[in-house]
């Protein structure tokens, strides 16, 4: 009988400690840092940081630097000129449909700040004379724009690691043009850590 009075203890005292500790809070990750995995096939670098305001909003800085690959690809266009960018810095503000510790999709707004170059663009030079003369040549712009883009956000391991889905729509403030150029930018998959 004795044996049966301890293990009867014993069973209580384990069933009774199952429902005595408190279920653990699911940790909350404020920052994440992330690179365009799809960039670095076209030999460009860039680099995200974003921080978590909170249940649904978010704002982040990226940066990007150009290679010569991506360049040629031409996802710019502006008139009939070769246009290209060579850097970009975008802050950004996003909204998380399903809350910012989820799997969600989310809308981003960004401002982009670029340096571009118009190749192959007439350009009217000085001679020793007075007079002006245009050479074909290369004009370097520091732009300011804005943009859209949608996404959807996959949280892995323990939500530590993200893999995103992104498009993403900039144009640049000209006021040289009636109609704004646009630009495919912060589009890919991006690959990243939550801490």
């Known amino acids: ?8 203890i014993c069973f209580f ?7 005595s500790q408190e279920a653990d809070e699911p940790r909350i990750f404020k920052n994440q840092i992330s690179n ?38 031409g996802f710019e266009t502006r008139n009939s000129y070769e246009y290209v960018t060579n850097y970009e810095i975008t802050p950004y503000g996003r909204l998380y449909f399903n809350g910012t510790q989820r799997k969600s999709h989310f809308l981003e707004l960004f401002a982009s700040f670029n340096e571009s170059e118009e190749l192959d663009q007439f350009i009217r030079n000085t001679n020793t004379e ?7 040549g290369t004009i370097i712009e520091n732009n ?6 949608y996404g959807y956000r996959f949280l892995l391991c323990e ?3 993200l893999l995103e889905a992104q498009f993403g729509l900039r144009t640049n403030f000209d006021a040289f043009f009636i109609f704004p150029d646009g630009a495919v930018v912060r589009s890919g998959i991006r690959v990243g850590y939550r801490f």
Not at 50 to 57: M, P, Y
Not at 144 to 149: A, F, K, L, P, Q
């Open 1 to 8: 009988m004795k044996p049966f009075c301890l293990l009867l």
């Open 13 to 19: 005292g384990c069933y009774l400690s199952c429902f």
């Open 36 to 73: 365009n995995t799809s960039y670095l096939f076209l030999g460009t670098v860039n680099l995200n940081y974003e921080r978590i305001l909170g249940n649904r909003f978010a704002i982040g800085l990226g940066g990007s630097n150009y290679g010569n690959a991506h360049k040629r690809v």
């Open 130 to 136: 007075g007079y002006g003369v245009y050479a074909k």
């Open 144 to 149: 300011i724009g804005m943009g859209i883009g």
């Open 159 to 161: 939500n530590r690691l």
